[in-house]
């Protein structure tokens, strides 16, 4: 079973499938900083840090 492809020969970009167009947005770049992560790692430790000392 062969699938046609989204986009004939010669379409013109602003004509291209959704998909297609959604594709080709995409980036290298990571959606989420390694730093967001440290830092949301860091103030989970705080938030335990302060709970545990005034329970």
């Given at each position: 079973?062969?699938?046609?492809?989204?986009?004939?020969?010669?379409?013109?970009?602003?004509?291209?499938?959704?998909?297609?167009?959604?594709?080709?947005?995409?980036?290298?770049?990571?959606?989420?900083s390694p730093w967001l992560i440290l830092?949301?790692?860091?103030?989970?430790?705080?938030?335990?840090?302060?709970?545990?000392?005034?329970?």
């Amino acid at each position: 079973m062969t699938m046609e492809p989204a986009d004939p020969p010669g379409t013109d970009p602003t004509e291209r499938a959704p998909r297609e167009r959604q594709l080709s947005r995409r980036s290298n770049a990571p959606s989420v900083s390694p730093w967001l992560i440290l830092f949301a790692i860091a103030l989970l430790g705080a938030v335990i840090y302060v709970l545990s000392a005034l329970l």
